[in-house]
């Protein structure tokens, strides 16, 4: 009994393990599919003029509010 289920874990891996996963090529015809390449994944455009002054400002707005607003949270009248 216990040589039946071993055979049949093995069967059972080496059937996976022979399972070919195989990708399609992209076809640029589809409404879902972007283009391809450096700078094209992301939602903005890096290469604008003032991107590193809005870039930081953002960031610093995003980390500086929380700390903000508990400092205003704090010092408010009650």
Excluded: C, D
């Amino acid at each position: 009994m216990l040589a039946r289920s071993a055979a049949r874990a093995t069967s059972m891996t080496s059937q996976v393990a022979r399972r070919g996963f195989h990708t399609t090529r992209a076809q640029m015809s589809s409404p879902y599919h972007y283009p391809e390449g450096p700078r094209s994944n992301i939602p903005f455009n890096p290469l604008t003029k003032f991107f590193a002054v809005r870039y930081w400002t953002f960031m610093a707005v995003g980390f500086g509010a929380p700390f903000g607003i508990a400092a205003w949270q704090t010092y408010k009248n009650q």
